[in-house]
């Protein structure tokens, strides 16, 4: 299984964004996925995941409320729509996969994708 993120970019306070995370090689409806972001410096932080069927989701408190995960189990893409971006948003941003069980820790996903860069600017 192969996972492609896309979507990020430049930004002002205020905007949003709408990533993209492209999963390919495999049974998609098998796997839960989850966002991550790591900032320079600083360590990685979970955002949100989503269950196989997308009926269960998790977002992080600094998120709640702005950024919403969804999934398309027939287009094979987890999307991650992030409004009212800050600053402090700005970041490496990457997603992740795991079988069966959504999980909230970056450690127990064992498949990952390469990040998409979201730059917030004031």
């Known amino acids: 299984v192969q996972l492609q993120a896309s979507g990020g970019g430049l930004v002002q306070a205020g905007d949003s964004l709408r990533l993209s995370c492209a999963v390919s090689?495999?049974?998609?409806?098998?796997?839960?996925v989850g966002w991550f972001r790591q900032a320079p410096g600083k360590e990685r932080e979970f955002i949100a995941a989503?269950?196989?069927?997308?009926?269960?989701?998790s977002a992080a408190d600094s998120v709640k409320g702005r950024f919403t995960i969804s999934r398309d189990n027939a287009k094979n893409t987890v999307s991650l729509q992030m409004n009212s971006l800050k600053p402090d948003d700005t970041a490496d941003y990457y997603c992740?996969?795991?079988?069966?069980?959504?999980?909230?820790?970056?450690?127990?996903?064992?498949?990952w994708g390469q990040g998409t860069q979201v730059t917030v600017s004031s």
């Open positions: 090689g495999g049974t998609f409806s098998m796997y839960a």
């Open positions: 992740a996969a795991r079988l069966w069980m959504v999980a909230t820790k970056g450690e127990e996903y064992n498949i």
């Open positions: 989503i269950s196989r069927s997308g009926g269960i989701t």
